[in-house]
């Protein structure tokens, strides 16, 4: 399976724009790239996914490289709110399981 | 529509004793998930079902079962709980339509002593 590999930490003023990257070198033309975040003491939640063009919904943005062998996660204003761990996860079209979560991304958004 | 439950929130059992943990959605998904996630970790796929009746072996099988009897109800099943299953266990659904996102419940944190 193709793995991504995300930043352990990161940090973010509050209201400031947030640019959380993911790598996914070996990722394979029939993968999405999606994306879900995980507030305190809550399951999972989808924020956003895409294939190659970039995305947009009213949660964040998804910019994907030209290579696709990278992406990053955009909120555009960061609140107190989105303080989460991201992660970023590579979903194969053709199959419906194989799915790994890694440890992903805590961000941090400061007053 | 309430999403994806999952039932207990919480409970502690010793080892050795078993307990189902019952997940249900009302999405009509076809798809379904148990995952488990320890402190530090990311989450891990315990087992999944492509539909009613069905079910097979994720990441991390041993020592659970599971079963898929209607559509909308997974179980998760410790037949003997040893203390390494310990963990926040996550319930999560998705409809077959190619590339959509998956719903996932509160969780279920369980002790085991």
């Known amino acids: 399976d193709a793995k991504t590999t995300q930043p352990n930490s990161m940090e973010s003023n509050e209201e400031e724009p947030v640019h959380l990257p993911c790598n996914h070198s070996t990722i394979s033309g029939t993968d999405y790239i999606h994306w879900y975040r995980q507030l305190p003491s809550q399951g999972p939640e989808y924020v956003i996914h895409g294939l190659t063009s970039n995305v947009n919904n009213r949660m964040a943005s998804l910019a994907i490289a030209e290579d696709r062998k990278s992406s990053t996660l955009i909120l555009h204003r960061a609140t107190l709110r989105d303080a989460a761990v991201y992660y970023c996860i590579l979903r194969d079209v053709r199959g419906y399981q194989k799915v790994t979560f890694g440890t992903g991304t805590k961000l941090q958004v400061i007053p | 529509n309430a999403g994806v439950t999952q039932t207990p929130k919480f409970r502690v059992l010793k080892t050795g004793q078993s307990m189902t943990l019952l997940c249900a959605q009302d999405?009509?998904?076809?798809?379904m998930y148990w995952y488990r996630q320890d402190p530090g970790m990311g989450l891990r796929l315990i087992h999944y079902?492509?539909?009613?009746?069905?079910?097979a072996k994720g990441e991390v099988p041993d020592g659970y079962n599971v079963s898929r009897l209607k559509k909308q109800n997974f179980l998760l099943g410790l037949e003997s709980a040893a203390p390494s299953q310990t963990s926040v266990y996550f319930c999560a659904s998705r409809p077959i339509v190619r590339g959509n996102e998956q719903y996932f419940g509160p969780g279920t944190r369980l002790t085991v002593t």
């Open positions: 999405m009509n998904h076809e798809y």
């Open positions: 079902s492509v539909g009613e009746g069905t079910t």
